[in-house]
């Protein structure tokens, strides 16, 4: 993995309300169960720190060269946990793909964004202010060091029937 942009010191972050964290749950729930809303799927990334398995919804944007990870909330948990592993897995079912990942600098930000606003803005333009897939390509890459950008890179796709761990 290549970092290409270093965080402020207080890097930009939008933690989640209770309710975002109740659907964050249930979205994750209904894509390990393959039931993927819009292209949900579940991201699951080793932590920096305990060295186990977090997991997250995400939407990932399928774009030239990509698939890419946009975080909307900027420098969350999982971005700080990808740049330290490299990688991860995304899972829609019995699906899982892994994958190891570069940082986009933010010079290359705006089009991935656009993009992202675009398909996906109704659902996390809360998160950019002002920006959204109309603003220019000035705007877009002023808001580009708030929101981490990750160009996937697929190593291996497993499928399964057995139902995760936690399908009790």
């Known amino acids: 993995m290549t970092s290409a942009s270093t965080p402020a010191p207080h890097p930009h972050y939008i933690r989640p309300t209770r309710f975002d964290t109740l659907v964050n749950k249930t979205m994750g729930w209904l894509a390990r169960r393959g039931f993927s809303v819009m292209g949900t799927a579940e991201l699951s990334v080793l932590g920096r720190k305990s060295g186990e398995w977090r997991r997250v919804p995400v939407n990932p944007l399928p774009y030239e060269n990509g698939p890419y990870l946009v975080s909307a909330r900027g420098h969350s948990e999982w971005v700080r946990n990808m740049r330290a592993a490299g990688g991860g897995r995304l899972q829609v079912g019995g699906r899982t793909q892994e994958f190891t990942v ?34 220019t390509d000035a705007e877009l890459l002023a808001a580009a060091p708030k929101h981490p950008v990750f160009r996937i890179t697929l190593t291996s796709t ?3 029937t057995t139902p995760p761990a936690d399908a009790q």
């Open 102 to 135: 570069t940082e986009l600098p933010d010079a290359e930000k705006p089009v991935i964004l656009r993009s992202y606003l675009k398909k996906w803005g109704w659902e996390v333009g809360r998160f950019f202010g002002d920006v959204n897939a109309k603003s």
């Open 158 to 160: 497993t499928s399964t």
